[in-house]
């Protein structure tokens, strides 16, 4: 059985011959390389694009090591396009493998030490000249975000279209396991969308997979990439993040979950970095704290969200499955995975407390920005009492504005409206359909 992803295949024809270099980035084993090389090339040929239009090069093969040095990659590419009639793909996969090479032919004393990258080759000079010529259209693949999206701009000049593929979203599980709505949910809560782990159909061979492919390729990838001394220390904040996913915290918050954990200190710079690192590999995603009325960011604290809940489940053996959390997390994916920008929000009301007047602090569990305007989203089991209710939607009273406001239930409660205009649906339709941009 296939597992479609159709709305990258839509973007990826869309971008076609655009004259940039087309970048499709995400976690190692999300399926980048299958959407890239099986999914779109079959949608090209299907539209009469011909078999040897395509040069192919996957550069975590053993047989392709030595076009990781991009002196040799360019010239297989030229080598293989030589035909300036004819119009060619390039698809390169996982090109931060890629590494830099000397110049031979500049003379080092001659170049000024501000200038000194330009002593060296990288796949970004590559890829710059191939995108330049008018019968290539480039595409690459890569696991890294610091070596690709964060770079985009400064190193191919806007003339990068960087393409976020995230393991399957709920509505493309949904399709692929042919599963009632509700059974499809608690798959996907605990076992995630990472393709691999969706097609094994054996849950004990699924549970194996996913801590394998935790242990074993993401882990090692930072401590190698990274040349870690050990995994310890990044072990147990992997652990500290899966276990709060949703929670807010720093650097020093985890340091210190962390430091319980090992039984032995750790700095908060040693945590900020392996933060990053994480990241960089898209395991975690961070979500800044948003002041709605102040209109402005809070710098020392944030959230952190798993990228798939089935390989933050496999980090804790299947253990701490908080449903509200789990759900939360769930949203954020989803809110991601449509390409919405995505805060936490945060809104100050003056209360007397005590026969003082005080000003608290409540969450929002989501602000989307979406232009100027804004939807606020709480994510909730349920609304079942007055009270519930009330501690649910409080914050999202308190905001001073008219923007859309969206509770988001378990379940698959179909939509309804309050008296206050506030918006009601369940969990399963939610992700389903984009009731953000219901109007």
Known sequence: MVIERNEYIKQLMQKRWNGKVKIITGIRRCGKSYLLNTLFKQKLIEEGVSEDSFVELALDRKSNIKFRNPNQLYDYVIGQTKDLQ????????????????????????????????MLFTTFYDVLNDLMSRPNLDVYVTGSNSKMLSKDIVTNFRDRGSEIKVSPLSFGEFLAFSRLEKADALEQYLMYGGMPLAVLEPNEHEKVKYLQDLFANVYMKDIVERYKLKDD??????????????????????LACTAASLLD???????????????????????????????????????????????LRNAKLN?????????????????????????????????????????????EIDFVVNIGNEKVYIQSALNVDTIEKKEQETFSLHNTGDFFKKIVVLDGNQKMWVDDDGVVYVGVIPFLLEDYIALR
Request: aromatic share 10%; with cysteine.
């Open 86 to 117: 004819k119009k060619y793909y390039v698809m390169i996969d996982e090109i931060q493998l890629s590494y830099k090479v000397k110049n031979a032919d500049i003379d080092e004393a001659l170049v000024p030490e501000e200038d000194k990258d």
């Open 232 to 253: 310890v220390v990044l072990s147990a904040l992997v652990d500290a993040l899966s276990s709060s996913v949703g929670s807010l915290t720093n650097p020093h918050r």
């Open 264 to 310: 032995k200190s750790t700095s908060d710079h040693t945590i900020k970095m392996y933060l990053d690192y994480l990241e960089d590999a898209f395991l975690f995603s961070s979500a800044k704290r948003y002041n709605v009325k102040g209109r402005k960011y809070f710098n020392t604290i944030q959230k952190y969200y798993a990228v798939d809940l089935g």
């Open 318 to 362: 299947f253990r701490r499955q908080e449903r509200s959390h789990l759900m939360e997390n769930m949203v954020y994916n989803e809110l991601v995975h449509r390409g919405y920008n995505v805060d936490v929000g945060v809104v100050e009301v003056e209360r007397n407390i005590e026969g003082k007047r005080k000003k608290c602090q409540y």
